[in-house]
């Protein structure tokens, strides 16, 4: 299987049509894209699945071989997390993740700027990998991201009590909630699901529907109120939301609830799970609906 062409992006089976050689030829399709824009700067980053790290390597050493400054996002990183080292260094990115596809899948997400992504129309691809490789420097933002996520979120959740669950189905989402409930001092308690990243997303495809949320369903029946129940995807761009009983909330409904937290402040929709915040991060955060959820929704 080749690779074949998505919106912002490529994708492929792993060890088929997305290998090491192949993630070389985009990340030297990318760069020269990138120069030809007169963009310096890239930041890679990946999500959990297998040979994703090794794979954004390859890509960072390719893309500082060409003389771009290059960073490399350290650990698995949300693509909020991407988002706003983009922003923050006004750059160029290149985002291993398959998002809510099958763990056999890998690909990346490519942006010429901060919530700017780039068609696969935009770029031509060398025939063969290219040998030369140069230097680049491990980032880490977590700690700045959550305090911007704290403070964007505000103090809306704080007083509320109950049980939070935060089924992040071993993708590159965990660990995010906990630390930003401890910045906004939450009592409500938080119990995430599937934390550690997993390769194989503990047995499930990465994408936050029913079927692939049995853990997190079987305890929301169980619940009392006052509870809540959140799923993320593969690459944490997307939030599904669970009320006690196991009713699903739908997008238009998250919506209207988003909407009556933030009392008239702008908030988007994409129809498949995903909250754009323009004030706040040029990609989507689901973190940050989550966070303005529990204002209404406990």
Known sequence: ??????????????????????????????GERVRAEGITRVVVAHD???????????????????????????????????????????????????SRKPARFQGVKLRLGPGKPLSPEGMALPQEAPQKRGSFQVLDRKKAYLEHLAQNAGQGAQGKKGVVYLDTLGGAGGGVLPGVFKLLG???????????????????DPDPKPENLPTLLVLMKAVEPPAVGFALDGDADRLTVVLPGGELVSQEEALEKLRQALGGREVRADGEGGYLFSWHLPEKDPFLAALLLLQVLL
């Open 48 to 98: 959990t699945r297998f040979l994703a790290k090794e794979m954004a390597e390859e890509a960072a050493g390719i893309l500082g071989g060409m003389g771009l400054e290059t960073f490399l996002l350290k650990g698995p990183s949300p693509l909020p997390l991407f988002g706003f080292a983009l922003k923050e260094l006004e750059a160029a990115g290149f985002y291993l993740t398959a």
């Open 1 to 30: 299987m080749e690779l074949y062409s998505t919106q912002d992006g490529f994708l492929g089976e792993i060890a088929k049509g997305f290998t090491f050689a192949q993630v070389a030829r985009l990340a030297a399709g990318f």
């Open 186 to 204: 939450l009592e409500a308690e938080l119990r995430e699901l599937h934390p550690l990243p997993h390769p194989l997303f503990y047995g499930v």
